[in-house]
């Protein structure tokens, strides 16, 4: 496409960090703890929602369960395992930032989850630095799919929608960029694709090396 972007803003867990698989091989422990079935398909609901979000579509998925106290007990397996073994990277995720931070092009992140568990991890592998500025699920009233975080963080970027590229691994993260007005750059992670999605997505990456040789073709350099 010949659609030229100032600023690049990118989801966090399933594109930079290999988080997602990670949560989804937590859920399957406690799962089989507490007996409950179907645990990957409620999970797929949940990738790119906040922890509200997360929360409402688990008591609907298991009514009669706690599944606050079950979703703690899950995230304190997750942050037991990245104590010991360190945050999963995406292969070629400091690549990139490298590669664009030096164009001169604005980075921004754009993750649904918590600003306090975002900025820990963004700071235990040294990329907290490279972003120009940070929009977490905490800090909006809407998650994806809808724009909010989108839009938040093009704005505090200063830039124009119709300007920025967002890099996502994930429906609803595809989709609330899609309605922000921004470029779509999808790297697939746990779910591929479907046509209903291929539709709002610009450019479908295999991974992050040919998301960066995608985005730096698409820099305005001029700016």
Known sequence: ????????????????????????????????????????????????????????????????????????????????IIAE?????????????????????????????????????????????YFDNIVCGDMIERSKPHPDIYLAACERLGIAPADAAAVEDSFNGIRSAKAAGMVTVMVPDIIQPDGEILKSVDCLCKDLAEATETLLGLIDMEG
């Not at 007996?35 to 509200?52: F, K, M, P, S, W």
């Not at 360190?86 to 070629?92: A, R, S, W, Y």
Request: some cysteine; overall charge neutral.
């Open 1 to 80: 496409m010949k659609k030229k972007i100032r600023a690049v803003v990118f989801d966090m867990d399933g594109v930079l960090f290999d988080t997602e698989n990670l949560c989804m091989n937590s859920w399957r422990v406690i799962a089989e703890r507490h007996g409950l079935e179907g645990i990957d398909e409620v999970n797929y609901r949940c990738i790119g929602r906040t922890v509200e979000d997360t929360r409402r579509i688990l008591y609907e998925a298991y009514p009669g369960k706690d599944m606050a106290a079950i979703h703690d007990e899950r995230r304190a397996y997750e942050r037991k």
């Open 85 to 129: 073994e360190g945050v999963p990277l995406k292969p070629g995720a400091e690549d990139i930032l490298k590669a664009l931070k030096a164009t001169g092009v604005l980075i921004g992140l754009a993750s649904s989850t918590r600003q306090v568990t975002v900025e820990t991890e963004l700071k235990s592998v040294g990329f907290y630095d």
